[in-house]
């Protein structure tokens, strides 16, 4: 059995992480193997971090902002979707399946919302690790 | 350095091009005054040494050991091991040891499928002369596998800058390269206007052949794909970068600025801050053509094709 798919979430201080924080009061529940981080805008993740993440042993990376038009330092949830596009494409350029990256945007009491990109990115990364074990061992 | 012994310096090579040695023999005025310095006991180029073979290498002892090319098979290992066994200071020694280099585009393919394209048999079964020693699953540079005490960059590195690390080196001290980008050193005018696309290099840059290159607008501005931005500098010593003398853009031989970055990502994260649209460029890949070892370039997953297509659209058969 492959393990728990080890999720990294970029979250963002003034949106998504304070819904994190909401989930948690409110007692949501959602996989243990994922990993908040917390970043002062969803746009200053570099695509390095992102693959970065991926070579050490994550499974997928979540980076969530603000709703667009909401940025607390106005425009930085739209860098981080112009780099999230660059960084589908590019993952696949680089040998990762461009499901193993999901950009999500939330406000700060959408605490359900969070959670649910949590779950299903956690449900699509089960589904992939399968397949690529399945794929293994008929190779075998 | 103690008593009157020069310093011995050893050169191997692994999967390499010869380049970086013969750009050392190009140093010009410097070369014999070094060889006056240091004893070289191992060169395949320049000398006629045997050293076994055969899953055994004997090499000599060393001061310094510079090592070309990057690490692509069960040989290469192994002599790699020897060199790091018998050397006290191991310089990997252009892009191909530091970073991959050219041979580490085949990480985009598998070994098995690197072999059946070159060895093509029955299929699924490649025939390997036997002399061929066996592939690693794929291509490494030379810090993944050993310790490396120093990295000199640049495909091949410049002749002036390998003659100054060797001075250095054998006096027993840490040379000194430059840290940052190519552009750093490029005196192309900048103006902050950026082309909405990359456009493929197929016409020459707009510049006036009678002016010098200081005169000439930056070749990224002009909407060619110029890698200087995300490429560690150094390559044209002091003076312009030696691509941009050409009138032609870099093209990223020299490695990434920081030694962990990726060239590909780092590039696009510069074009998409500036608005500039990615998908006009038209091979995209090879933007790591000389940085594709350190796991940054892998071969296609087996499932490609079965997971990912279903969902996403934007599947590409590379
Ligand atoms: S770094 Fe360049 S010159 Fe040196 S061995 Fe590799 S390909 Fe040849
Ligand atoms: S992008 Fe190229 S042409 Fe422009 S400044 Fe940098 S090295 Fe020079
Ligand atoms: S300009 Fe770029 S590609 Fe050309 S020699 Fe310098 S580092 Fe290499």
């Not at chain 1, 461009?98 to 649910?116: F, G, K, M, T």
């Not at chain 2, 490396?148 to 060797?166: K, Q």
């Not at chain 2, 020299?254 to 590039?267: A, F, K």
Request: a negative charge; aromatic letters at 6%; proline letters at 6%.
């Amino acid at each position: 059995m492959k393990k728990d798919p080890l999720i990294i979430a970029f979250c963002c201080n003034w949106c998504s992480y304070a819904a994190a924080d909401l989930a948690g009061v409110s007692r949501l529940q959602y996989p243990g193997s994922i990993r908040i981080i917390r970043v002062m805008c969803s746009g200053m993740v570099h695509p390095d971090m992102v693959l970065h993440a991926l070579q050490k042993g994550a499974d997928g990376v979540i980076i969530a902002g603000c709703h667009l038009g909401e940025c607390h330092y106005i425009r930085g949830n739209e860098i981080a979707l112009a780099r999230a596009e660059i960084l589908v494409e590019t993952l696949e350029d680089l040998g990762w399946e461009s499901d193993r990256l999901q950009i999500v945007h939330v406000s700060s009491s959408e605490s359900e919302r969070l959670v649910q990109a949590f779950c299903d990115m956690h449900k699509r990364l089960e589904a992939l690790d399968q397949t690529d074990f399945a794929a293994v061992e008929a190779d075998e | 350095m103690k008593g009157r012994r020069r310093p011995r310096l050893s050169f191997v090579w692994l999967q390499a091009c010869s380049g970086c040695e013969i750009s050392l023999l190009n140093s010009g005025e410097r070369l014999p005054d070094l060889l006056n310095k240091v004893e070289i006991v191992y060169f395949p180029l320049l000398m006629d040494r045997k050293c076994g073979g055969e899953g055994e290498f004997d090499l000599p002892e060393a001061d310094v050991g510079f090592v070309s090319g990057s690490v692509s098979s069960d040989e290469h290992l192994t002599l790699l091991y020897a060199l790091r066994r018998r050397c006290r200071t191991l310089v990997s020694f252009g892009t191909c040891a530091t970073h991959g280099g050219i041979p580490a585009l085949r990480n985009r393919w598998s070994a098995e499928a690197t072999l059946e394209t070159v060895f093509p048999g029955t299929p699924g079964q490649p025939t390997l002369p036997a002399e061929v020693p066996a592939l690693l699953d794929r291509v490494y540079s030379v810090d993944e596998k050993v310790r490396v005490d120093f990295c000199l960059p640049g495909c091949p590195p410049h002749p002036e800058t390998i003659a100054a690390v060797i001075e250095t080196l054998v006096t027993g001290e840490q040379p000194r390269l430059p840290g940052k980008s190519v552009c750093e050193t490029c005196p192309t005018i900048r103006t902050g206007e950026m082309h909405r696309t990359v456009r493929r290099f197929l016409n020459n840059a707009e510049y006036n052949s009678e002016e010098p290159v200081e005169r000439m607008r930056c070749l990224l501005e002009q909407g060619l794909l110029c890698m200087g931005p995300v490429t560690v500098g150094g390559c044209g010593g002091p003076a312009t970068p030696l691509c941009v003398q050409a009138r032609v853009p870099c093209r990223g031989c020299y490695g990434p600025v920081r030694s962990e970055g990726n060239q590909l990502l780092d590039m696009l994260n510069v074009l998409a801050s500036h608005g500039v649209d990615h998908r006009s460029i038209v091979d995209r890949q090879s933007l790591l053509r000389f940085s594709g070892a350190h796991g940054l370039l892998r071969s296609v997953r087996k499932t490609e094709g079965v997971v990912l297509m279903s969902e996403k659209g934007n599947k590409k058969s590379s």
